[in-house]
């Protein structure tokens, strides 16, 4: 599976990074034909302390799974959408 993080106005340093890939990694567990996962970062321009976004594009054959959370860390909103993502792969499995 490729991984691949775009970011926007922000720098992402290497733990974030290495988060990023060790929790997409797991991904293929529960489905195996995950072909890309994409991950854009982003800081809203908002006065909120919520104002981190993670979205997440989990390209799989016939549909992408796209899932975006906004929170006070990226850490946090990468968790949130990586287990909502994790959760719509294996109802995913079950249906094919």
Do not use: Q
């Amino acid at each position: 599976m490729k991984i691949t993080i775009h970011t926007a106005g922000v720098t992402p340093h290497d733990p974030l990074k290495e988060r990023i890939e060790k929790k997409l990694s797991k991904l293929d567990t529960f489905y195996d034909k995950i072909v890309e996962c994409a991950v854009y970062l982003k800081v809203e321009n908002t006065s909120e302390k919520t104002n981190k976004t993670t979205e997440l594009v989990v390209k799989v054959p016939g549909d992408d799974i796209v899932v975006k959370k906004t929170c006070a860390s990226f850490e946090e909103s990468l968790d949130e959408s990586v287990d909502t993502a994790k959760k719509l792969l294996i109802k995913k499995k079950e249906l094919a």
